[in-house]
């Protein structure tokens, strides 16, 4: 996230902007603070812009990083009286009674050297017992005075005090509404469907459910588009019950962006903006950064194979993948918040031209730019004419994007905000996904495919060892079609397939429906030999009212629903495994029929488009 230049940590004028602290991790959550007191940092940040005596000596020269600087800047404050003395009296001054022995010891041991692994070389207590004669001069960090070597004890005056500490207060109030937002919008996101699903378990919970899957969890929002795409290939349209979470998302975004906002600005002075305008920008700028990191985790964990939530709920593939489409916008539109605000901020405040040649603004610009090509890259006609091309741009875009962003967070904070705590958790969902890949292959071992040719346009492919079974789940990234036999209660099952649909149900199936099963396929006139040779046996083995097959002909949906609702089934099971026009019209039909025998009639239903 872009942020002020700051003053180096060797030597500088007062900060005009977060300076990196010496701990670590999302701020306010389990109590976690970085000013601990208050009164403390507001002292320390007082005086450590100044030049100490032994830190005129460290060179940045050579091979000299900036972490091995800012240890030699440690070392010499530990043992630099002037400076100790300084911050000891400025506490002994300004901090309240509340503010107990024990806590200034602690702020004393972990924060005064600025940083954890050096320790002070005297107590805090030792060297305000070091002080016998209280100090006069004053001495404030100005943008003119950035050269002064503090060579002895001096004061700070209140306003400079209070100003420090108070910038510090809103920073780290703003920080901590950001943590508190993007977790609650994370765990929203990925705790839904769980919550969703496991509210299907309760008592009574069923016949809800059977009432409320035709009027929210069939229909599409947008007319009979879902499989099939919108007009002007705009994409695929989400289902009521797909939309109302999606709606949710939204709204969260738009909620969490607008409020909690509070600014030192009229009342009290702040030291890193010149006034209300460009501090609340600030806290606009770093709220858009923290909402579209925080949906990162969601939005790479929905698009993985081995999606977790797969297993915890009854939600497809399909529609995780949709869902991450949608964060995918959501995570573009904070992004493009972030920079924009960003871009005028740092314009309004001058710092603009500086910032530019900086590495933490040119990897945020590389983050950004991936993120855009990501979403525009995604667009439906370029997944259905360049599918493998997609994909492989996709996974390199989505690597640019997390390194940009890592860069962009270690070059500006030293990831000393918390920031990176939502790239670790979206680094370690691709991995875990990866790894499982990996285990997978090697649980599976090598197999050779045995391709038979059925027809002029069709191949049957068999792979020794590899069984499919009933219950199957969708764990693929390239669209592919794949048979689908989902169990149901007791009543009547359905089904609807083409000629692409593959091996049809096996008499074994059928044992293990709990009523009896219709069987409807129909395939082209071309393909007519799938028909009369691969599945022959296994048509053989259904009783003629058991199977509709059409060779050349379409189905009938609506007639052939109406049909099974009319019979007077307590529950209809439809399994449509086809083109997006058939599942679409499948979807429709089965929704009208649901609220029409709503009490009478529950159907449920199964989809699995051969679509993109």
């Not at 599918?387 to 390199?396: G, I, K, N, P, R």
């Not at 994007?401 to 890592?406: D, F, L, T």
Request: net charge positive; with cysteine.
């Amino acid at each position: 996230m872009q942020l002020l230049l700051l003053a180096n940590l060797v030597a500088g004028v007062a900060a005009t902007g977060p300076v990196p602290v010496t701990r670590s991790g999302l701020a306010g959550i389990a109590g976690f603070t970085f000013y601990s007191p208050y009164c403390g940092h507001g002292c320390f940040r007082s005086f450590s812009p100044f030049t100490l005596t032994c830190s005129d000596t460290i060179s940045a020269g050579g091979h000299t990083t900036a972490d091995e600087l800012a240890h030699a800047l440690a070392l010499c404050r530990a043992g630099n009286l002037p400076f100790l003395r300084s911050i000891a009296w400025c506490m002994h001054l300004y901090c309240p009674d509340s503010v107990l022995p024990s806590l200034r010891e602690t702020f004393w041991e972990t924060e005064i050297t600025g940083d954890i692994a050096v320790r002070p070389r005297w107590s805090y207590g030792a060297v305000l017992a070091n002080i016998t004669t209280p100090p006069t001069e004053t001495l404030v960090p100005t943008a003119t005075n950035a050269g002064t070597v503090l060579n002895t004890t001096v004061l700070t005056t209140y306003d400079n005090w209070q100003a420090t500490w108070v910038t510090l207060y809103y920073f780290f109030r703003e920080t901590s509404l950001e943590s508190y937002y993007g977790l609650a919008l994370c765990l929203t996101a990925v705790g839904l469907p769980l919550a969703l699903t496991w509210l299907g378990y309760l008592p009574y919970a069923t016949g809800v459910l059977d009432r409320a899957k035709p009027w929210l969890l069939y229909p599409s929002l947008v007319g009979t588009y879902h499989d099939r795409p919108l007009p002007w290939a705009l994409g695929n349209a989400p289902t009521r019950g797909q939309g109302l979470y999606v709606g949710v998302l939204v709204v969260l975004n738009v909620v969490f962006l607008a409020v909690g906002y509070r600014t030192a600005w009229p009342r009290q002075t702040e030291q890193w903006y010149a006034d209300r305008y460009q501090e609340l920008m600030a806290y606009f700028m770093w709220r858009t950064g923290v909402l579209a990191f925080c949906q990162m985790p969601v939005l790479v964990l929905f698009s993985t194979r081995n999606n977790l939530l797969l297993w915890l709920t009854n939600w497809s593939h399909a529609t995780y993948l949709l869902l991450h489409r949608w964060v995918a916008r959501l995570f573009l539109v904070q992004t493009l918040l972030h920079s924009l605000l960003a871009l005028v901020l740092y314009q309004h405040t001058g710092a603009y031209a500086a910032s530019l040649v900086t590495g933490w603004w040119i990897w945020g610009c590389v983050a950004t730019v991936a993120a855009v090509l990501l979403v525009l890259g995604s667009v439906l006609v370029f997944r259905q004419r360049a599918y493998e091309l997609f994909l492989a741009t996709h996974v390199v875009l989505a690597v640019l994007c997390v390194v940009g962003c890592w860069y962009h967070v270690y070059i500006g904070y030293e990831n000393t905000f918390g920031y990176e705590t939502w790239l670790y958790a979206t680094i370690a969902v691709w991995f875990a996904d990866r790894l499982a890949r990996v285990a997978r292959v090697l649980k599976t071992g090598l197999r050779r495919a045995v391709v038979t040719e059925v027809g002029p346009t069709l191949v049957r492919v068999d792979i020794p060892g590899v069984r499919w079974a009933a219950a199957a789940t969708a764990t693929r990234s390239r669209p592919f079609p794949r048979p689908c036999w989902p169990g149901g209660r007791a009543g009547r099952t359905a089904g609807a397939a083409t000629s692409t649909d593959g091996p049809a149900p096996r008499p074994a199936m059928r044992k293990r429906a709990s009523s009896p099963l219709l069987l409807c396929l129909s395939v082209r006139a071309g393909d007519r030999a799938l028909v009369e040779g691969t599945l022959h046996h296994v048509l053989a083995g259904l009783d003629d009212a058991d199977k509709d097959v059409r060779v050349g002909q379409r189905l009938d949906p609506a007639a052939l629903l109406a049909d099974e609702a009319a019979r007077g089934w307590a529950t209809v099971g439809v399994v449509a495994c086809g083109p997006a026009g058939l599942c679409d019209a499948v979807r429709a039909e089965v929704a009208r029929l649901g609220r029409a025998y709503a009490g009478r009639c529950a159907f449920e239903l199964q989809v699995d488009s051969f679509s993109y």
